[in-house]
């Protein structure tokens, strides 16, 4: 049966369905046992539901006019102050440290915990091995990221990111490649940590970018790219071969085991 992937999407799952093809033609050793997105009616999810795949979703822009109306509303759910408290002061400070702003002030935080917690209690509801973001545009919080990441040095969540790291993070890696005028762009899996698109790298791949291609074409290279890639990655994770070790230089680093 080999490991149990939970995907969280935004949007319209092609890598998510790379990674179904995948499990379903075993060069993945696992199953997606569920789906979860941030945003209602995508593509991604009429994929996962083709598949027979359980879906769930926590629309973030809908929950968030709701909480911010009335957050009487999201008492049952919003993790108490204290706790937030504790991430925010212990665990966000050291994340500005690795350029985050995505999250904002106290209220904002208090917010966002609240929206990763009711996509924990979705989460919880599935056992899993490994949570993988496929074209999922939250930054995730160091208090959703410790929740399932009980080991410091085994993580247990991946981004694809559509740069060759640590070039280009953000929400538009081959726009920013495309346009800075790059002659190679690509793409990059890696460990999710406290940052944006800072955890340590998995594996890349790299297009060129040629005098005659235009955007569109470019990024078609680099999801054909992604979609080798992604599966690639998460089966050397189902073989057990990722290891994160940690440089003289205070670096953490995927080494790749051996068969
Ligand atoms: C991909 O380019 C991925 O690298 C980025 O978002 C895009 C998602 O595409 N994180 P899709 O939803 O998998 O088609």
Redesign the pocket.
Known sequence: MGIRIGVL?S??????QAILDACQDGRIDGQVVFVGSDVSGVR?LERAEKAGVPTFVVDYSETRKKYFANPGEFRWCRPNDSEIGKVFYEKYFSTKAHNIRAFGGFVNFAWRMTFEKLMLMQLNEHQIDLLVL??FMRVLSPYFIDQMNQDQDKPRIMN???ALLPAFPGTD?YGDTFRYGCKVGG?TVHFVDYGEDTGPIIGQRAVPNLPDDTLENFKKKG?LQ?WELYPECIQLFAEGRLKVVELENGRRVVDIMPK
Not at 11 to 16: A, E, H, I, Q, V
């Open positions: 999407i949007g319209g799952g092609t890598n998510l991604g496929a074209g694809i990111h559509p890696g793409c999801l992604e």
